[in-house]
Every structure is written in structure tokens, then in C-alpha cells.
T-cell receptor
């Protein structure tokens, strides 16, 4: 069974631009969560989608948004990029979207903002 | 928001010894806990999860949960150089049945040959 895939793997943008990242979960998994990882703050939860609905949201500004499609694939968007948005963005999928379910991570998208 | 705390290390352990990694959490209502391992430049991979008080063993790994003390630990027996990585402790970000995890900042473990 294929794992979680994320595209693109690397991205370079400039301040003020916007970016869209994509995540395809493991087949059959309906929940997708997004995380930001930086050396200073570690791995931080952005939001979680289940059956096309955002059910959970972390403490990030409204510039960070996401959505999920009927096939469970998910995208996240960051508008008006700032230098501090440079990070590894990880998505994770889980089977049933219940609290405590095991999450499986994709390889991540490395975003650099210049 | 629930908080998960870990000692960042580095924790240096000789090969063959037991590595002990610790984690505390703020929310007494948390029911499940996860240990992930992350190698440098790679994404986190799940090692173990634990829901009940007590010990849970899987091969060389043992997770321990003490809900009264709000404490979770991971023991790695017969440590190998390949165990050198950052270990992340996690708990559900919020209740209500939704997914998503809050992570500690991780403990960097070094196994010395």
C-alpha cells in the first residue's frame, strides 16, 4: 500500500507571494492533518480535515488555510508569505479520524521564503 | 491547548545499554499517547502508542504511562547506533473526537558505539 505523498517536495517563494501544498493520504484514510516543523518551535499542529470538514485548528494566523476533497486529498494554502513561514510542512493521514488514531506522515514539503 | 514537555537532550547512551526517554503532559483528560522517531532529514515515524496505565512492550521498546503523574516514558533496550534519532512524544491536540496531535519538541538521542 502506498504511503502518504506530498507535492511539491521543495519550494522557494518570495515574501508576499502565496503557496499551495498538496497531500494525498494513504488509500482508505479519511483524516488528514497538517503540521509545520521548524528548528525553534518543533512540530506544530496546523489543522485537521475529515470528510471534507475542518474539525480541528491550531494556533496559526488566518493566512494559513486548507481544504479537503471528496477523495480525501488535501491542500493547504499560505497567503502573503513571510520569512518566518520557511519550514518543513508535513501532512499525516489516519484511518478513521478519531482521537487517538495512529497518524502516518508524508515526506514533507520544504518551503523556503526569501 | 494541551502541552507536552520533553528534555531536548542530547541524551548520550552507550551501545547495548537502556535508553530512557521521558515526557510530561499538561491535560489530565488526555487518553492516548504516541512516540514517534525522526531521523535527520526524514519525517516522523510511529514507534508506539499507549492508552492504558502501565507498560506496553513491542520488541526492544517499552512505553510506560502513569496518568496520575501525567508522565509517559519510552525505554529502548539493547540500544543500537541505528536508534540515534530525535524521539517525539505526542498527545491528541484537543478532545471532541477530532484527530491532530500536539508534540513535544523532542529528545535527541545519541547511541555511542
Amino acid at each position: 500500500k502506498a504511503g502518504v505523498t506530498q507535492t511539491p517536495r521543495y519550494l522557494i517563494k518570495t515574501r508576499g507571494q502565496q503557496v499551495t501544498l498538496s497531500c494525498s493520504p494513504i488509500s482508505g484514510h479519511r483524516s488528514v492533518s497538517w503540521y509545520q516543523q521548524t528548528p525553534g518551535q518543533g512540530l506544530q499542529f496546523l489543522f485537521e480535515y475529515f470528510s471534507e470538514t475542518q474539525r480541528n485548528k491550531g494556533n496559526f494566523p488566518g493566512r494559513f488555510s486548507g481544504r479537503q476533497f471528496s477523495n480525501s486529498r488535501s491542500e493547504m494554502n499560505v497567503s502573503t508569505l513571510e520569512l518566518g513561514d520557511s519550514a518543513l510542512y508535513l501532512c499525516a493521514s489516519s484511518l478513521a479520524g478519531q482521537e487517538g488514531n495512529e497518524q502516518f506522515f508524508g515526506p514533507g514539503t520544504r518551503l523556503t521564503v526569501l | 491547548q494541551k502541552e507536552v514537555e520533553q528534555n531536548s537532550g542530547p541524551l548520550s547512551v552507550p551501545e547495548g545499554a537502556i535508553a530512557s526517554l521521558n515526557c510530561t503532559y499538561s491535560d489530565r483528560g488526555s487518553q492516548s499517547f504516541f512516540w514517534y522517531r525522526q531521523y535527520s532529514g526524514k519525517s516522523p515515524e510511529l514507534i508506539m502508542f499507549i492508552y492504558s496505565n502501565g507498560d506496553k512492550e513491542d520488541g526492544r521498546f517499552t512505553a510506560q504511562l502513569n496518568k496520575a503523574s501525567q508522565y509517559v516514558s519510552l525505554l529502548i533496550r539493547d540500544s543500537q547506533p541505528s536508534d540515534s534519532a530525535t524521539y517525539l512524544c505526542a498527545a491528541p491536540y484537543s478532545g471532541g473526537g477530532a484527530d491532530g496531535l500536539t508534540f513535544g519538541k523532542g529528545t535527541h538521542l545519541i547511541i555511542q558505539p
